[in-house]
Structures are given as C-alpha cells and as structure tokens.
C-alpha cells in the first residue's frame, strides 16, 4: 500500500511539472486561403504561440466559410463559439462598434500603420468597453484610398448624384455632403453591383482591384489621391475559450495580442497594397491597364474636403442623437 502510494505521487509530481495540455484553437474567417490576412497575419500568429508553447498551442484556419459563410455573422460567431478565433470587418456591424467607426473617418493617418497606431493610442480609454464580449487579439486599419468604378468621380462634380457604396454607413453623411449617394453593399456584392451597374463606384483599398476579388475586370476608372478612409477588420476570441486555456497559454495570448498582432494585420493589409501598387506600375509601363488612373487634383481634392466639414458636423449631432456625446472628442483624439 505504501509503495503505491508513493508512486502514484510521483505520478502527480510529474503531471504536475508537464507542459499545459495541448490545445488547438479554431480560426473562422470569411475570406480565401490566399487573402492576406491568412498568408500575412494569421501565419505570423501560427508561428508565435506553436513557437513560444514548445508546440502545445496551435491553430487550424477554416477559410472561405467553412464554420459559417458571409461576413457579416463574424463577430456574433466569435462571441457564440461557432469559432474560437474569427476574423471581420467591424464596418459590417457598426451599431456594436460605433465609436470603434470613428477611426474610419478620413482625419490625420497617413497610412494603415499609422491609423492602427492611432486607434489603439485610445482604445483603453475610448473603445475597450465595445469589444467586452471577446476577448480581442487584434484590431488593424486598411485604408480605402480608392474610389473605382464606371463613372469618373475624380472631380467634385463627378461625384454629384454618384451611387458610391462606402466603407462604412459612419460615412454616409460625409458621402452625402460631397453629393453622392450611398449604397449599402457587402465586399462580396461589389463585382456583380460595379458590372450590373447597380452601383457606380466603391470606395476600397488599391489591392480589391487583384485576385480574390478582381475589380479590375468591371471597373473603366481608378481614382487616387481622394480623402482616405480607414477600414476596421478586427480578429476576436470568444471569452470562454480564452478563459479556459491554462495560464501559460493565456500569458501567450496576452503577449501577443493588442498592438503587436494589430500591427502585423496592418502589415498585411499594406504588403497587399504594395504588391498592387506595383502590379499597377507595370500594366501602367506596358500599356495593359483595363482601367483609367486618375489623381485627384489638389483643387478637387479641397473641394472635397472642404465638403467633408459639413458630413462630420452632421456625425457628431447623429451621435448626439444615439446618446455619444462625446464623439468629437474621441475623434479629435484619434487625430492628434
């Protein structure tokens, strides 16, 4: 009896100085196995906690839907378990993140690092209580530095009457201000809306015109140099999942989430960017552009702007309106 009892402590002993059990966390996201986001962020994420738990925390990504299609059900999934971790845009929900949609709106960031920067310079202070239901791992900025389409809106009279989807209903009112009109349609809707005509233009990132989504094959105009505007795709843990790994795991969560993964989802986001930018040098060199490339003027560009003043006073009453008082504050701050 004695020595049993001896050896079945040890056994304790041993277990008790084991690694954390072996864990495997889901990964529900919308888009293709190619998207940046899972070539770029997502494998950098794989990377760290396989690295920094010797192996015993790993993910698998479900892509392209397979826990659940369309975008906008990403966030309810992360918050209901469909997926441990899930990848979305908060624009496709803005009622649950509407100060987190402030920092969508056109102001001081001059690129998609900068903007993630600013976002999490207030987050604590400003947006955390928004995102209480999950834990959050990352929230990372692209910027919507194009309008493409079929009709050219280059110019502050092009954009009169325009049916312009955005990147959030945040903007409409700012839409709205520079005469165009705003169409509601999701990322996965904008081939067939630019092709059908249902739409005359999206306000997007430069790397939409590439593969998956391949605007370039519906689109006559491409048009830079207008006021950006900064997308949100955040990438959430549901709480209990979160809670329930061992301290360890949680400790590597930790480390990792907020700023660094932000960052590294930026990172993606602008690499994309990059590598469309360049594709473009080059149908540009070699004559083989499907599409106009037009550069707002500076003298259209102030007309714009200048329109834009009247579109965020109107934000700041709407907010008002809906009990956020404090809306300009939040998005002075973001644009110190």
């Known amino acids: 009896m004695m020595r049993g009892l001896v050896l079945a402590g040890a056994g304790a002993i041993l277990l008790a100085g084991q690694s954390a059990v072996a864990e495997e966390l889901s990964v529900a996201t919308f888009v293709p196995p190619t998207h940046e986001s899972n070539v770029g962020a997502f494998a950098w994420f794989a990377e760290e906690i396989e690295a920094r738990s010797g192996g015993t925390l790993t993910m698998k990504l479900y892509p392209a839907g397979q826990l659940g299609s369309g975008p906008v059900q990403q966030y309810k999934r992360a918050v209901e378990g469909v997926g441990d971790i899930t990848f979305g845009i908060a624009a496709l929900t803005p009622t649950l993140f509407p100060k987190t949609m402030l920092a969508i709106l056109p102001g001081a960031a001059t690129s998609t690092e900068d903007s993630t920067r600013r976002l999490w310079a207030v987050y604590d202070e400003y947006l955390a209580d928004e995102w209480s239901d999950v834990k959050v791992l990352a929230l990372g900025s692209a910027a ?13 009279d092009g954009l009169q009457g325009a049916k312009i989807v955005p990147f959030s209903s945040t903007t ?17 809707e904008h081939y067939t809306g630019l092709s059908t005509g249902l739409i005359d233009a999206v306000i997007t990132t430069v790397n939409n015109l590439m593969p998956p989504w391949n605007l370039d094959d519906v689109v006559d105009y491409a048009v830079y140099n207008t006021p950006a505007t900064h997308q949100i795709a955040f990438i959430v843990m549901n709480k209990e999942r979160y809670e329930g790994l061992s301290d360890e795991h949680r400790t590597i969560i930790d480390d990792i989430a907020g700023l660094p993964f932000s960052l590294e989802l930026a990172a993606s986001f602008q690499h994309a960017d990059d590598v469309a930018y360049a594709w473009i040098e080059e149908q540009l060199a070699s004559g083989e552009m499907k599409f106009e490339w037009i550069e707002v003027s500076d003298e259209e560009r102030a007309k714009m702007e200048d329109a834009l003043l009247d579109g965020m006073e109107a934000i700041y009453k709407e907010y008002a309106d809906r009990g956020i008082d404090n809306a300009q504050e939040i998005y002075e701050a973001l644009n110190r």
């Open 172 to 188: 409409i009112p700012l839409m709205q201000s520079m005469g165009a009109v705003p169409v509601a349609l999701p990322v996965d």
């Open 144 to 156: 919507g530095s194009l309008m493409i389409g079929n009709r050219d809106v280059s110019t502050f």
